[in-house]
């Protein structure tokens, strides 16, 4: 079973080749619970990404080793105007396939989470920015 870590290298190595700038996290003394994994930049919009690992079962997402304080981080940051998303890393074969959540959409991660409150990115490409710049614009 591949890890969290394993998910953050295959993620970023796709950044790097969409062109889409992006830099690491690395929680210190003193700042808040919760902070994401990576900040990214794409087309002038920058956002904060939570990665996770995890499966589907009877149709329903279940990312793993979410903490509370990750999601109230998410929901705070973005109720004060900002962007974030968590990205569910499902394994497939030797790749992934990536899932894209809004803060309040991961509620319930327990009981698994349908696949309707999901977006699938292949990559980084126009429709990912269109989706970036309609939830920058708080419509997604």
């Known amino acids: 079973m591949r890890t969290e870590d394993d998910f953050r290298k295959d993620m970023t190595n796709i950044f790097d080749r969409d062109g889409v700038w992006w830099s690491r996290i690395e929680p210190a003394r003193g700042m808040k619970p919760g902070i994401p994994d990576l900040t990214a930049l794409l ?8 990665l996770k690992v995890g499966e589907f079962r009877n149709g329903l997402l279940y ?7 990750q999601i109230g981080w998410h929901r705070s940051f973005n109720e004060a105007g900002g962007k974030s998303f968590i990205c569910v890393g499902v394994e497939d074969g030797d790749s992934w396939k990536a899932f894209f959540l809004k803060p309040e959409d991961i509620c319930g991660y327990d009981v698994g989470i349908p696949t309707s409150k999901c977006f699938l990115v292949k990559s980084f490409d126009n429709d ?5 710049e309609r939830a920058t614009k708080r419509h997604l």
């Open 63 to 69: 990312p793993r080793k979410v903490r509370p304080a």
């Open 43 to 50: 087309c002038d919009y920058p956002f904060f990404i939570e």
């Open 128 to 132: 990912f920015t269109y989706r970036v």
